[in-house]
């Protein structure tokens, strides 16, 4: 039982007095706005969905390429690998050149001029094994080519031009073996023979 003031009781001849009750405190509710938070998490929200539909827009745009010509010239047939009926000089882009004497004199002429240009700096730079890469490369489609347009002309010029093909050939060799020995000197002068040969052969073929 509560009473504000205190009661005196008797115990054994004593007074014992009852402690004044504590006033509890009133309880008070406390609200939480949260609609700085929501309106931050609106706005962002809404950011992010216009982001989303940028992204998806872009995405969605087509540019429309036509590669039939491209096609045509078989740039896409490494991804038919598993095409058994493809014959191999199709693959290899043998039957192509074949067909197009323009292209194989056009490559002709690309060959001779990276031998006279870059093939010439290598070895005056004395980078032997630049220089020996760079006279494969050009090597790997130059017989070929020879080849291809020397089966286009008579019988008897063609006899002329495969022979020149061959003095071609040895000059070269001789210019590998001087880059693989490293001899400056000799590779000049092969360098240089290894040129004039070439251009007979070009000179033939025209």
């Not at 010439?120 to 080519?145: C, H, I, N, S």
Request: charged share 30%.
């Amino acid at each position: 039982m509560q009473a504000t003031v205190a009661a005196s009781t008797f115990v054994s001849g004593q007074t014992v007095r009852a402690a004044t009750p504590t006033q509890r405190a009133s309880r008070t509710s406390v609200v939480v706005r949260a609609s700085g938070e929501e309106s931050r998490r609106a706005v962002l929200g809404g950011f992010l969905a216009g982001v989303a539909a940028l992204t998806a827009s872009s995405a969605q745009a087509m540019d429309l390429i036509d590669d039939r010509a491209v096609r045509a010239k078989g740039y896409d047939i490494i991804y038919e690998a598993r095409d058994l009926d493809l014959d191999q000089s199709v693959r290899d882009g043998l039957s192509q050149i074949r067909g197009d004497l323009s292209e194989a004199k056009k490559r002709i002429s690309e060959s001779e001029k990276r031998i006279d240009a870059d093939l010439a700096g290598l070895v005056a730079k004395a980078y032997w094994t630049q220089g020996r890469e760079e006279l494969r490369r050009q090597l790997g489609t130059l017989r070929f080519d020879i080849n291809v347009v020397a089966d286009t002309l008579p019988k008897a010029a063609k006899k002329d031009v495969l022979a020149a093909k061959n003095e071609f050939l040895a000059a070269v060799d001789k210019l590998d073996f001087a880059m693989r020995k490293k001899n400056q000197a000799d590779a000049d002068k092969a360098l240089a023979a290894a040129k004039s040969k070439l251009d007979v052969v070009i000179a033939k073929l025209a």
